[in-house]
């Protein structure tokens, strides 16, 4: 990714660069789990979103976000949000969540994340 100067000055210049990922250890461990999780998550708030044909200043007001967020939210941008971000999301479009935790059935080894 090229590097902006923002700025009017050289001296005064600084670089702008993408937008560092503060993760957890469990983020690092269950990285594309997670991140197929709030894919599903994503898709069920879309859904909502359209079924009510909401328009996304609508939908901001609703999720308590800006027009921007719920536009990058709608186009698949999830950086910047966390699985407890999006369950609060669903939870303001009147859906309950349920996290299950159960133990592995025998043909699956490791750990699992379902989104059903």
Do not use: F, W
Not at 7 to 26: D, E, H, L, M, Y
Not at 55 to 66: C, P, R, S
Not at 84 to 104: E, F, H, S, W, Y
Request: charged share 30%; net charge positive; glycine share 6%.
């Amino acid at each position: 990714m090229r590097k902006r100067t923002v700025g009017r000055t050289k001296a005064k210049a600084r670089t702008k660069s993408a937008p560092s990922r503060r993760r957890t250890v469990a983020d690092v461990a269950l990285s594309p789990e997670l991140g197929r999780a709030k894919v599903e998550l994503v898709k069920r708030i879309r859904q909502l979103i359209a079924g009510r044909e909401l328009n996304q200043i609508q939908a901001a007001q609703l999720l308590g976000l800006d027009q921007p967020k719920v536009s990058a939210l709608i186009h698949g941008r999830i950086e910047g949000y966390s699985i407890d971000r999006l369950i609060r999301c669903l939870n303001a479009l009147g859906q309950q969540v349920k996290i299950t935790i159960a133990p592995p059935t025998k043909k699956i080894k490791g750990h699992k994340v379902i989104v059903a």
